[in-house]
Each structure stands twice: as structure tokens, then as C-alpha cells.
């Protein structure tokens, strides 16, 4: 088998880990021995055990004297240093293991080349590079928010089949649907995925989200509410107090109570630039960004967005709010029965990912 095969095992556990490890990246791991995996895992839940350390303690008693010829391979570099767990770099130069194949470099200012200069004064072998695109795809959360200091942004909506978020007029403050149920509960997924959602004032007053993932198992994202003016009022699901929810304000009166956090920001020109910086600060690797529509016009006038993922339904509203434009590369397009769902990527500000 090549080094190829044994990385893309790597990247294939590292999936398994990705939300719940964050705001760490969820590393894979392997150990392999003459061609036969003795040894695999992936990061635990933040605060747990990396995947280098599940890897090594998933080796059976009757293979253990095999970990110091055995090679190990990695899709990030193994950390040099301590925080929520003693050094992994540690850990491997105490197993002996001999060879070590890296898939991509660590951007945190901690890391960044000091575990894989950590293994070769110890007399390890370590190739880096292995799959190095596709370890950095797999991470891009972690790779935006430690070279951009900035989340992962991720902008989506559904439009009708003529082009309109929602029609210009409703009777009831709820969400008018426009996809059907299996492409709502794909968002809910995606909810569970990211480590934020965000929407605007108007959005939270038309439709009175919860923006939870009641229809997913999964953690719920912490709530990003912009309310510059204070017209979200406690009776509105974003305030329920049941998920972490931050709400961004030009008001300086506020009191931050258990799971409602206010931060005050310029609502000026720089609004988009403004709202990552309070991410940023809070932690969070990633946003999905669900409205409304001056909300997503802000980001993509911007250019501040990496991923965007946009339903078309088959509703036909005549006249209403007009969907944004946005121009991105198509990297995907899936038919959900009768929903086109279209995923683009902003190559201008992620191409190094």
C-alpha cells in the first residue's frame, strides 16, 4: 500500500471527529506495521485525547512490542506543546515509533513546524506532504480561523424558481417554505456542523427562527443575532436563553444574562469585517450565515465569504425580496427531489485552502 492509501485512512477517520473536536481540528490517525493496520483513531471531544494518542492506545496487547517499527501516519502535524493535553510529539518519541508520515504542517502559532522539528532532533523520520490539498480541505475551518483570524464563512438561502427569498407579502410571522422537507433537514445537519449561525433583525421579526437542529441529532451552533437597534424583544425564540445566543448592538444599555451575551459593534461599513472580529474572539472556527438578505448583500459585497449553498425551489412568488447575486465557483450541484441545490466556493478568498 502507498503513503497515498494510509493518509486518506487518515483523512476517512479524521471526518468522524470534525465538529466535536472543535475549535481543535480533528486529526486521523494510523499505525501500520509491514502493511497491516495495527492502529487507528481520531481526536475526541475537545478537551479529549488527540488522534495520535486514540491511535497508539487502540493497539491490542499482542502488538504493542510491533509500535516502535511500525509507521505512523498523520493528516496534521502532531502538536509540540501543552494545553488541554500533554505534547503528542512527547508521547511518540516515548513509543519509539521510528517514522512518522505527515499530511500537512499546523498553522497554530504553537505548532507551525515545531512538532515535526521536535520528531527529527529526536532522530525520527518524518515526511510531510502526503495528500497535503486534501488534509487542508479536510481542516479548512481550523486552517481560515488560524491564517485568516477569522471563521470559516459559510452563506446560504433558498430562493423561489423566479428568484425571491420570500414573497412581498405574508400573513403569519413564521417562515414561508420554499424548499421541501429533506432539504430542510439537510440545513439542520448543516447547523450541526458549524460552530455558528447568524442571521439579521429583519429575518429574526419575519420569521421568529429558533435556529436549532431539532431536526438533526447534533449540537445546536451558537446564535449570532444583529439587533443594531434593539428591536428583538424577549418574546423571539433568539432569546429563549436555551442555546449560547450573541447579540450584536450599537447599544451600550445591556445586561448579559446566562446563555444571552451582548457585544456592541459598529454597524458602519465595515459591519461584516466587525462581526468575524467578534467570532474571532469568541472561538468560533465557523458560520453559517442564513440571512437575510442585506445581511448576505454585506458579506458577498465584501468579498468575505469561502463557501456559498443555495436552494432553488419550485414556488413562484411574482414579486418579493430578490435573492442576492453572488459569482463563486461551482464545486457541486445535487437534485433534492424537487429542489436544485447549487454549492460554490470563493476561490479569491480561500484558495490557499
Known amino acids: ?23 481543535n481540528p480533528s486529526v486521523g490517525a494510523v499505525l501500520v506495521h509491514k502493511g497491516r493496520i495495527i492502529g487507528e483513531g481520531h481526536t475526541s471531544p475537545y478537551g479529549g485525547p488527540h488522534g495520535e494518542v486514540n491511535c497508539i492506545n487502540s493497539v491490542v496487547d499482542a502488538d504493542r512490542k510491533l509500535i516502535p517499527e511500525s509507521t505512523l501516519y498523520v493528516s496534521l502535524e502532531p502538536c509540540s506543546h501543552y494545553g488541554k493535553t500533554p505534547p503528542c510529539c512527547d508521547l511518540i518519541i516515548t ?15 504553537k505548532v507551525a513546524g515545531n512538532g515535526i522539528r521536535k520528531l527529527r532532533e529526536a532522530g525520527r523520520e518524518v515526511i510531510v506532504g502526503v495528500l497535503e490539498k486534501e488534509c487542508r480541505e479536510s481542516n479548512r475551518r481550523f486552517f481560515t480561523f488560524h491564517e485568516k483570524k477569522r471563521p470559516y464563512i459559510i452563506l446560504k438561502w433558498a430562493e423561489s424558481s423566479d428568484g425571491f427569498l420570500s414573497p412581498e407579502t405574508r400573513n403569519e410571522k413564521q417562515p414561508v417554505w420554499i424548499t421541501n422537507a429533506y432539504s430542510r433537514q439537510l440545513v439542520h445537519k448543516w447547523r450541526s456542523e458549524e460552530a455558528a449561525i447568524l442571521v439579521g433583525t429583519k429575518t429574526v421579526l419575519d420569521d421568529n427562527p429558533k435556529l436549532d437542529v431539532r431536526s438533526w441529532s447534533g449540537p445546536n451552533p451558537v446564535r449570532i443575532v444583529l439587533d443594531s437597534k434593539g428591536k428583538i424583544n424577549s418574546t423571539c425564540s ?20 446566562e446563555n444571552l451575551l451582548y457585544e ?28 437575510g438578505s442585506q445581511t448576505l448583500k454585506s458579506f458577498i459585497d465584501a468579498g468575505l465569504w469561502d463557501e456559498a449553498r443555495i436552494f432553488k425551489g419550485t414556488a413562484v412568488f411574482g414579486r418579493g425580496v430578490v435573492s442576492p447575486e453572488i459569482a463563486g465557483t461551482v464545486i457541486a450541484k445535487q437534485q433534492i427531489l424537487n429542489d436544485e441545490l447549487l454549492i460554490l466556493r470563493n476561490y479569491g478568498t480561500s484558495n490557499n485552502i
Open 1 to 23: 500500500m502507498t503513503h497515498e492509501f494510509y493518509m486518506q485512512r487518515c483523512l476517512d477517520l479524521a471526518e468522524n471527529g470534525m465538529r466535536a473536536a472543535m475549535p
Open 95 to 109: 513509543q519509539q515509533i521510528k517514522k512518522i508520515v505527515v499530511g500537512t504542517t499546523d498553522p497554530h502559532e
Open 264 to 291: 456592541q459593534i459598529d454597524f458602519g461599513s465595515r459591519l461584516p469585517e466587525h462581526i468575524t472580529e467578534v467570532l474571532y474572539r469568541h472561538n468560533l472556527l465557523s458560520v453559517i450565515i442564513e440571512g
Open 238 to 257: 433568539v432569546k429563549d436563553q436555551k442555546i449560547n445566543t450573541i447579540v450584536l448592538t450599537e447599544l451600550t444599555d445591556f445586561t448579559n444574562l
